[in-house]
């Protein structure tokens, strides 16, 4: 087998250390040599780990992702090395076979023959503006359970409001958790604080708003929504960042923006995740795999036994998630056609991918070409197959009892 990297390093990395493996390939008579080493995880035993390689005359080394600790590692030696991070399912090693030496080892084997696909890393700019966007969707969600448990607080208080009120966190329920904290037990007076279209549910309120609310619970209330407010001011700021730190995207953005469902913080997690640069992904395809949308391939003896989707960037799917099915309720798109001509077949699940992988196809090429979305429009698939779409009109019509005859409108051929 072809030898790519003839000095190459495999780095099996823990919380603590790492072994490092130095595989030095043997000319004619002198055989293949592989040392292994054990290296501290602390920054100045990690550069003192790159002096030795940079020593060694190695060209590449590989290293796994394995949960934030290659993280040190790769960031002090990519400066000077050419570094490349490995999924680990690819890397697995025999069965058998397992220990960090022989994992080293092997790393540096399969990485000397070129047997490894390097996983993205995005440059600084972008990796910043990533750890952003994902503390603003770890603080959102935060901030949504403590909603969800102010609601468990108030059923065993026997208050129902969320029986009636859409959103408890809304203005009317706010006021009516305020009042309920200050120790104001009257249902009527508390349901006459509703605002704009909860004022018609006023009856049913004072209804909902009648129960056994302690100081027990008024305590228990009063701490999450403190919580909640802080979640509130911590987005704000986290907000302000995140515009400071796209600025230097904002062309990019603005491209994104405009793909319907694609709101703005959609775009920048979009960004924040593929790096906005599309010369790493050679095809719209490639992205749409990388981010778990596209399907998968398992076939053998000829039978293809699952087109099952594979894991993909969590962050990603969830922001594609949010836009796929904001627009899967939108009318007058070609996102919503395709979305209901799916779902009518193959259920709303397998219809959101689909959406999802548009969406990417769509954003490749906006960012390949500096392109703003131009909407094929939701009749897209009927001027594409007229006759098909026609046929499958006449068979619904039959089915339903009727003789159906075509005339061609005035003025058509």
């Known amino acids: ?106 790393l540096a084997d399969l990485g000397a023959h070129g047997l490894l696909r390097g996983s993205l890393v995005p440059p600084p700019p972008i990796r910043r503006l990533r750890d952003l966007t994902r503390a603003r969707t770890a603080l959102t969600r935060d901030r949504a359970r403590q909603g969800q448990r102010i609601e468990k607080v108030l059923e065993d208080a026997g208050i129902k409001l969320s029986s009636v009120a859409t959103d408890i966190m809304g203005v009317s329920g706010r006021a009516m ?95 924040a995740e593929t790096g906005g640069d599309m010369r790493v992904f050679p095809t719209a395809g490639h992205l749409a795999s990388w981010a778990g949308t596209a399907p998968g391939s398992h076939e053998s003896a000829g039978r293809v036994k699952s087109t099952k989707t594979r894991p993909g960037n969590r962050h990603l799917e969830g922001a594609l998630g949010t836009a796929a099915l904001s627009v899967s309720r939108s009318k007058g798109t070609f996102f919503s056609a395709k979305y209901k001509r799916i779902a009518s077949r193959q259920g709303p699940m397998k219809a959101l991918v689909a959406v999802q992988h548009a969406m990417l196809v769509a954003a490749w090429n906006m960012l390949t070409n500096g392109d703003l979305y131009r909407d094929p429009g939701p009749d897209y698939y009927t001027r594409r197959v007229p006759t098909k779409t026609r046929a499958r009109a006449i068979g619904q019509l039959e089915s339903l009892g009727y003789r159906v005859i075509l005339e061609p409108a005035a003025g058509t051929a």
């Not at 009042?179 to 004072?206: N, T, Y």
Request: with cysteine; hydrophobic share 45%.
């Open 1 to 106: 087998m072809e030898v790519v990297h003839p000095r190459c390093a495999g780095l099996d990395i823990s919380k603590k250390d790492a072994k490092v493996c130095v595989r030095i390939q043997g000319r004619g008579s002198r055989r293949t040599s592989a040392t292994v080493t054990t290296w501290g995880a602390m920054t100045n035993q990690i550069l003192a780990l790159r002096e030795h390689l940079v020593q060694q005359k190695v060209t590449c080394v590989v290293m796994e992702a394995t949960g934030n600790y290659w993280k040190p590692y790769f960031y002090l030696l990519e400066d000077t090395l050419e570094v490349m991070l490995v999924n680990a399912h690819d890397a697995r090693n025999m069965p058998g076979r397992k220990s960090d030496v022989s994992d080293a080892a092997w």
């Open 177 to 271: 958790l305020d009042v309920l904290i200050d120790g104001r037990d009257d249902p009527a007076v508390i349901a006459g604080l509703a605002k704009g279209r909860m004022r018609s549910k006023i009856p049913v309120l004072a209804e909902a708003l009648t129960g056994r609310f302690t100081p027990h619970h008024a305590f228990l209330i009063s701490m999450h929504l403190t919580l909640i407010d802080q979640y509130g001011q911590a987005l704000g700021e986290l907000d302000t960042r995140i515009a400071e730190a796209v600025e230097p995207f904002q062309a990019a953005r603005d491209l994104l923006t405009s793909i319907p469902g694609f709101s703005t913080t959609v775009a920048e997690v979009v960004l």
